[in-house]
Nanobody
């Protein structure tokens, strides 16, 4: 049974930092692309960042230079370091795993975590 478990969310002031973690089990972790998505109230789930098995990383434009994704295959874990947080970053953050080449669409991801809330106050 595949499980993805996120942690590290919380309440932070604008300009602050959080480090999200996603721990995977039940899959050959180092063969999957792992991504972070986020969903704010009333909005669609959107792509934030991903890291391929090759360690190639991708970011949506709004987080470039502020967020850093990384993976530790020995720990079956992907991290999302979020710096200089803004109120518009407020959302539930989900990690997801995929073996597909396309990375932006949520429909390409087979496995999802339950999400962790990130709230940035102004």
């Amino acid at each position: 049974q595949v499980q993805l478990v996120e942690s590290g969310g919380g309440l932070v002031q604008a300009g602050g930092s959080l480090n999200l973690s996603c721990v995977a089990s039940g899959l050959t972790f180092d063969t999957y692309t792992v991504a972070w998505f986020r969903q704010a109230p009333g909005k669609e789930r959107e792509f934030v960042s991903s890291v391929r098995p090759t360690d190639n990383t991708f970011y949506t434009n709004s987080v470039k230079g502020r967020f850093t994704i990384s993976r530790d295959n020995a720990k079956n874990t992907v991290y999302l370091q979020m710096n200089n947080l803004k109120p518009e970053d407020t959302a539930v953050y989900y990690c997801a795993a995929s073996k597909r080449v396309a990375i932006i669409s949520p429909s390409n991801y087979a496995y999802w975590g339950q999400g962790t809330q990130v709230t940035v106050s102004s």
